[in-house]
């Protein structure tokens, strides 16, 4: 049924770090690459090479330009792929109860065998985190690489989303959201993360960092101009053009 | 929104086949033999016609029948059940009327019922939508039962009903215009909370994460038609509600009234789907 539970044992999720994204799409690359070949359907391009290039990833980074009312404005990568709401509209509203939140540990999940395509999953999101696969004609979202984090037969420091696992920034972390003491949770009490759209109702587990306030004019006390007055030629010069 | 051609044909045809039949099922008009053959053969037409092209937009038309599991969350799951049962009650309705010449009035009470709430659960796929805040209203039900109704009155020839029925759809519908206009700015989704980087100062989409389209911008950011929004809302009202009207109070225009409405009607529906803005589109920086 996809009723959602009442309470989940765990809550697996992500907290991305606004703070130290660097854009670099490594996790896009990561996601795409694990999720083609491993559990489900593998994540289809529609005409790669051709003028309408079309695919499905589960995973996509945003750029935003931040102008605050004082100083310069600021460039924000954002990452975004499925926050395994709490309250997943997306589970609720499908006809076949293909989508459902696991309980073991919050996981929002498509049984692609029972989804019919109708779109309306994807329809109910509203952080666009689930895209009709082009070929497949069923619904892909992110897994948390379910077949990542319970395999044993990975080695133990890759038993983690692969988004997780490549970033070079270390702006993605995975954990348990619903453990206070976890160290996800501890980051983001420390930094005071946040919910997207906190508005429509979601509860979602995945929590963003956002970019820390900082002086960007750091250096610039130690870079004081050294040569105030210019000197010998261009002296002359500067005297010279000031009399023309 | 996408307005797919199947979903416009369904929720157009569906609408008022099930219009038609809450009426017919009423005995409104009373119907025997041949006439009754015809009029519901029309209604039956229509709503099938409907459902099928319904499963035209599915990515798995073959697994269908898993709609039907999940009625105790999910209204596309109810519409199912409640298409079915109005058909099925219909049917008998109908069997009866035409081979023993019986009308079973209670049966087509319920037939009715099941009818108008087949229209109402439809409705309710879109209104439940809070990714779209322009459908995330009690209007979008309202509407879709008040064109059901004036369809129905005008395809069962019902005149003066008809005449009402269809001037109050046209009132629904300019209010439903006229707030859902403002209801994406009244929703307080913006791309501030969006991003959760609103406190911080002016935020605004610099790059998108792709150079080209994705499922999400070609299914959930459709902007062609908006330009042209107010003369198709002033063409759709003329078509859908103003000339039925007034063919309706001339002799022998049923026909042609019916063939002006179900036109208005179908660029009614393509304006649901056209005009609806979904939330996601903020982060691509549109509406």
Redesign the interface.
């Known amino acids: 049924?996809?009723?959602l539970p009442t309470h989940t044992d765990r809550s697996l999720g992500l907290v991305i770090d606004?703070d130290t994204c660097v854009g670099c799409h490594a996790c896009?690359v990561a996601c795409k690459g694990w999720n083609t070949e491993n559990y489900g359907a593998p994540l289809a391009d529609a005409d790669a090479y051709g003028a309408?290039?079309?695919?499905?990833?589960l995973n996509?980074?945003?750029?935003?330009?931040?102008?605050?009312?004082e100083g310069p404005?600021?460039?924000?990568h954002?990452p975004?792929s499925c926050l395994h709401c709490d309250d997943a509209?997306c589970?609720?509203?499908?006809?076949?109860?293909?989508s459902y939140k696991r309980v073991e540990d919050g996981i929002v999940l498509v049984n692609e065998t029972?989804?019919?395509?109708?779109?309306?999953c994807?329809?109910?999101?509203?952080?666009?985190a689930r895209?009709?696969d082009?070929v497949?004609?069923?619904m892909k979202k992110c897994t948390l690489c379910v077949d990542r984090i319970y395999n044993e037969t990975l080695p133990e420091e890759d038993r983690e989303p692969a988004c997780v696992r490549t970033c070079p920034a270390g702006a993605r972390h995975f954990g348990d959201l619903s453990d206070p003491q976890s160290t996800v949770s501890q980051l983001v009490e420390a930094r005071g993360g946040?919910?997207?759209?906190?508005?429509?109702?979601t509860k979602p587990v995945n929590k963003?960092l956002?970019?820390r306030d900082r002086d960007i004019d750091l250096l610039a006390p130690l870079l004081e101009p050294v040569a105030e007055e210019p000197r010998g030629l261009l002296a002359w010069v500067d005297t010279a053009l000031g009399k023309l | 929104m996408h307005p797919a051609r199947s979903l416009i044909l369904f929720t157009t045809l569906s609408g008022l086949g099930f219009g038609l039949l809450a009426f017919l099922c009423l005995g409104l008009p009373p119907l025997t033999s041949w006439a009754a053959v015809f009029f519901f053969g029309l209604a039956f037409v229509m709503a099938g016609a409907g459902l099928i092209a319904s499963t035209f937009h599915l990515g798995h038309p073959e697994r269908a029948l898993k709609a039907f599991t999940q009625w105790r969350s999910s209204w596309l799951s109810r519409e199912a059940w409640l298409a079915t049962a109005a058909l099925a009650a219909a049917g008998l309705y109908a069997a009866a009327l035409i081979f023993a010449d019986t009308r079973v009035a209670p049966l087509g009470w319920l037939a009715a019922v099941l009818s108008l709430a087949t229209v109402y659960a439809t409705s309710m796929i879109y209104a439940q939508l809070k990714t779209v805040p322009r459908w995330h209203h009690w209007s979008t039900s309202a509407l879709f039962l008040a064109l059901a109704l004036a369809g129905g009155a005008l395809l069962s020839g019902q005149a003066w009903p008809a005449i009402v029925l269809i001037l109050g759809a046209g009132v629904l519908q300019f209010y439903a215009w006229k707030t859902g206009d403002r209801r994406l700015a009244d929703s307080g989704t913006t791309l501030a909370t969006a991003t959760g980087l609103g406190a911080r100062g002016e935020v605004r989409a610099f790059e998108p994460p792709h150079t080209g389209p994705n499922y999400l911008t070609r299914e959930m950011v459709f902007v062609v038609a908006r330009k042209h929004a107010l003369k198709l809302r002033s063409i759709a009202l003329v078509l859908a509600f103003l000339v039925p009207s007034l063919l309706l109070l001339l002799p022998y225009t049923l026909s042609l009234a019916a063939a002006a409405h179900l036109a208005g009607v179908l660029m009614l529906r393509w304006l649901f789907f056209a005009e609806a803005e979904h939330v996601v589109g903020l982060y691509y920086g549109k509406r």
């Open positions: 049924m996809t009723d606004l896009v309408q290039p079309i695919g499905s990833f996509r980074i945003h750029s935003y330009e931040v102008q605050p009312a404005a600021q460039l924000v954002f975004k509209p589970v609720t509203v499908c006809p076949t109860g293909a029972d989804c019919i395509g109708c779109g309306l994807a329809w109910a999101c509203p952080y666009g895209e009709l082009p497949e004609k069923v946040i919910d997207l759209m906190p508005e429509q109702g963003y956002p970019p």
